[in-house]
Each structure stands twice: as structure tokens, then as C-alpha cells.
């Protein structure tokens, strides 16, 4: 029989869920409203996009520490090939999405922007993805 617990397990999945909700649905809500603010005109882009980067980089740095504590509290020798496959190519992925958003944030080329922006909400995408295939 399932029963419902709130224990140190809930927090730690509360707060990696809470860290890829901001830092994926940030890069959603700046997908969305990046040619608005172009219209605008000025330095809005800009503007929002450095707001965004000071509050979301936080959050994947939570998204890290709760993930390293997941690898804690997983038994590895329990697990099946497919769960360790998935597990190293989350964590590729979580080094691409974060590379990506740093060169992302650097880059001066609109063509170098456009092509980490995309690489790095997809490889967030698939990391969702198999953190929940994982979780099941």
C-alpha cells in the first residue's frame, strides 16, 4: 500500500523540482517574450535577460547541489544498465544546458545566441525527460 510521507526525500525532490521549474520555464517564458521586448526596443532585451540570468543561475546552482544529493540517496548497485545509461546522459545533458546558457549569455553573434539558446533549452528538455523516466 502507498502511503503519503513529507520527509527529508520530499525536500529533496521538492527542491530540484523547484530549481528545474524556474530554470526550464525561464528559458520558456524568455523564448516567449524575447520578440516582444525586441519591439520595445532599447535595451529591454538586455535588460530582462540579465534579470533572468541573476535569479535563474541561482536556481541551477540548486538544481546541482539537489542532484549530487540525489546520487546520495539512490543505491547504485540496485539499479538496472538502463537507469545508469539514463543517469550519465542526464548528467551530459545538465553540463550542455549549462554551458550553452553561459555561452548563451556571452555570445554578441544574433546567430551564436539563437543556437545556444535552442541547445540549451533542448538538452533541458531531454534532462527533464529522463529525470522523470528515472524517477519511475
Known amino acids: 500500500m502507498k502511503t503519503i510521507t513529507f520527509d527529508l526525500d520530499t525536500i529533496r525532490t521538492l527542491l530540484h523540482l523547484l530549481g528545474v521549474i524556474v530554470w526550464l520555464g525561464g528559458q520558456i517564458l524568455m523564448l516567449a ?12 532585451p538586455r535588460q530582462v535577460a540579465a534579470a533572468f540570468g541573476r535569479v535563474a543561475w541561482g536556481f541551477f546552482g540548486l538544481i546541482v ?25 542526464k548528467m551530459l ?10 555561452l548563451h549569455q556571452r555570445a554578441t553573434s544574433p546567430g551564436l545566441r539563437a543556437a545556444t ?16 523516466l528515472m524517477g519511475h
Not at 66 to 85: E, H, K, P, Q, R
Not at 93 to 102: I, K, M, P, S
Request: charged content about 5%.
Open 117 to 132: 539558446g535552442a541547445l540549451g533549452l533542448l538538452a533541458s528538455i531531454v534532462a527533464l525527460i529522463l529525470g522523470v
Open 33 to 44: 517574450i524575447v520578440p516582444t521586448l525586441r519591439n520595445i526596443g532599447g535595451e529591454a
Open 65 to 89: 547541489i539537489t542532484g549530487i544529493w540525489n546520487v546520495f540517496a539512490v543505491d547504485l548497485a540496485d539499479v538496472s544498465m538502463g537507469y545508469n545509461m539514463a543517469f550519465g546522459i
Open 93 to 102: 545533458l545538465v553540463l550542455v544546458t549549462g554551458g550553452a546558457a553561459f
